[in-house]
């Protein structure tokens, strides 16, 4: 059973337990426990059909209570894709489900639903969802309920810029259950923390915190909330101004995210990303991707033109180095030795390297005639004083490709 047909399934007409409380059947626990397990270790794909199964077992087995988790844990599924058809499809299923049932809903549909609604902004509902989670935490007198209830709305508080308010319920939070340890809770206030320290630029206990979440997601095995905690770090390191450092953290978490599952953790990235290239530079080296952005310009691919990249590479190399900005740039001797390896003769290699200057400055230069980049230096080049540029990547031309290109050019 798919999402998409998912909701044709047959709604059974009386659950077997009575109660607004109840617990779903010991094999429905079961396929609830796994799906919430594959999917802390991003198994989306797996968590989607444990989900499913626990619908299709419930539905005829006509556990409500089972049914109700299940689509709520397929809703929670659909929240994390960031895909507005995927969440519409399974809110949907919960909603009939609710509908059919309103005095048999169990806990965990709230929770989802306020997750969902926290998302998509409509703070108020959150809110109230959350507050219907805590209500059954107190009657179940279930601590670890209270707990992620209380956190949830300690995260809202944040969202509605209420930095004060989220600050006391977080340290509040802790102090009454951090020592308990429940599943989740730990990492999700100590990373709400070390947002709130950004809040203020105490970046050093931001990461302190970042820190401990790490540490507490690591313990869980989590690998989903582990991602959050290096798109954490990539912004402290943007903060701190090592962008080099907050590219590699990005680099990471992109890498690791494959599937649909992790739209709403990319899409984060994608933003943190632009910061980042807003913030960090007016050119940008990435020899990685063999790609140069520019403020004016944009991405500007080079692809295997790794000559170019490599000139790009030895001027920036003299442009971050100590001393008189009267020196910080190359010789055309110097260029010639540093990217071909070879001995500088005027008569070789002055159009060689007057050829690939031109083909630098059509590309990155607004107006060729008055270089804002790359400038003439004395008997050679360099990038214009007080420029901020990043390099990115090993020198990618080492390879035999490489060699050939900077032989034929």
């Known amino acids: 059973m798919s999402i998409k047909n998912s909701s044709k399934a047959k709604l059974p007409k ?20 796994i799906a919430l397990l594959s999917f802390e270790k991003c198994d989306f794909s797996e968590s989607e059909q444990s989900y499913e199964k626990a619908y299709r077992q419930a539905c005829v087995l006509s556990d409500v209570q089972g049914m109700m988790e299940s689509a709520a844990g397929l809703v929670h599924l659909a929240s994390l894709s960031a895909d507005p058809q995927k969440i519409e499809s ?35 509902k959150a809110q109230r969802y959350f507050h219907r989670y805590l209500r059954a935490g107190k009657k179940l007198k279930d601590e670890s309920m209270l707990a992620k209830g209380w956190t949830m709305l300690t995260v809202v508080a944040f969202q509605k810029d209420d930095f004060r308010r989220a600050k006391w319920l977080g340290l509040r939070v802790l102090s009454q259950f951090g020592e308990k340890n429940y599943r989740g809770i730990n990492g999700t206030l100590y990373l709400l923390m070390g947002r709130l320290a950004e809040q203020e630029r105490n970046l050093d206990e931001a990461l302190s915190y970042y820190q401990k979440a790490h540490a507490a997601y690591l313990s869980e095995h989590n690998w989903y909330y582990h991602l959050h905690v290096l798109a954490a770090y990539a912004r402290v390191s943007r ?5 080099v450092q907050a590219y590699w953290y990005l680099d990471l978490v992109k890498r690791a995210c494959h599937g649909s599952g992790f739209g709403l953790i990319l899409r984060g990235v994608e933003r943190e990303r632009s910061l980042l ?7 940008l080296i990435d020899n990685r991707r063999g790609m140069v952005k520019t403020r004016e310009s944009g991405q500007i691919p080079l692809g295997k033109q790794w000559v170019l990249l490599n000139i790009l590479e030895a001027l920036w190399s003299a442009h971050s180095r100590e001393g008189n900005d009267d020196e910080r740039g190359l010789s055309k001797a110097e260029i010639i030795e540093q990217v ?28 060729q005639k008055q270089p804002r980049y790359l400038v003439s230096w004395k008997e050679g080049y360099r990038l214009a004083p007080g420029l901020r540029v990043e390099f990115l990547g090993k020198n990618a031309s080492n390879g035999a490709f490489g060699k050939m290109e900077r032989e034929n050019q």
Do not use: T
């Open 277 to 283: 290239e807003q913030d960090a530079v007016d050119l």
């Open 239 to 243: 903060l701190q101004k090592n962008y």
């Open 340 to 367: 071909w390896n070879e001995s500088y003769r005027p008569e070789a290699h002055d159009n060689k390297l007057y050829y690939n200057i031109n083909r630098l400055r059509e590309l990155i230069e607004p107006d």
């Open 90 to 124: 399974c809110e949907l299923i919960l909603d009939a489900c609710i509908a059919k049932f309103p005095k048999q809903i169990p806990p965990m549909v709230w929770y989802c639903k306020g997750a969902l609604a926290r998302q998509e902004k409509p703070l108020r």
């Open 14 to 33: 009386a659950a077997p337990k009575k109660g607004v409380l109840g617990l779903p059947l010991p094999e429905i626990q079961e396929q609830l426990r």
